[in-house]
DNA sequence: GGGCAAGTTTACGTAAAGGGAAGATTTATG
DNA sequence: CATAAATCTTCCCTTTACGTAAACTTGCCC
């Protein structure tokens, strides 16, 4: 009765479901991303819930550019001063402040370069149009 | 008198001015992003105002993620299809849809994490609110 | 016009983020 | 149980976007 059901998901099932690679699990467990891993006891991966979703976290942060190193040292900073509540907030506030500006900085980026790139699109479609009715 | 000013610079001193290497811009010439350089007799290189602008450009592309390999595809088809007038819109207009698309992607995406980061900040100064409260 | 900074080519080096194969072992399945 | 499929570790390979050194030539300044 203390089967403790967590739902264990292994490392071909869990990549294929991420749309990763068994490859890039293992590295970043490699690098020190994910800590060790839960074994069985002939020594493959077995990966819960929390994982995945660790694993989730990454990938969304790497689609926006933070790269594995700036994870670490992220991930490294939340696990020091996870240890005594009363220095967490501080430090990890002006972390997360720090990542919300860059986040602002590249949408602005991103928006300015959309408005160039639609801009030029209406002088070329312009040009076209000209063109016709000459 | 027919000097025809046009202000030219050498590689050196427009690397300072972009923040950039000398390395940098001859590489992108060497994959050919920028087309052979003019030189001088002696054989340096001088860049007039729209090749700074080019170089302007590919920076500002690469800031938001398009890489040097997906860049020369870009310019291939803007090149290929500048030939004749006739063909150039339909098939620019598609490529710069295209991107207009990735760009308002990732612009979703980083208000979405922006998001993610914001509620968590305040989770945790709630938490150290309620804790100096108590 | 002599000297030194700045430029040139060639070529090897590097960091990041995995890819891919080999050889052994484990797990799943008929 | 046998066999196939999945995992394991180890190791070398690959691409991208330059860095860096060497050996040499040009350009600029007094």
Redesign the interface.
Known sequence: MSKTQVSLTQIGKLAKQLGITTRTIRYYEEIGLMGPTNRSSGGTRNYNQNEVLRIKFIL??K???INLKEMLTLADTFDTHNQN?DT??PR??EI??L??GK??D??A???S??D???N??SR??D??QK?ETE
Chains 1, 2 share one sequence.
Do not use: C, M, N, W
């Open positions: 969304k942060l689609e926006l550019g509540f967490i907030t990890v506030l997360l402040d990542h919300i986040v602002d590249k949408i980026k991103l928006s370069l959309r160039d790139i639609t030029y699109r070329i479609a040009l076209l063109q």
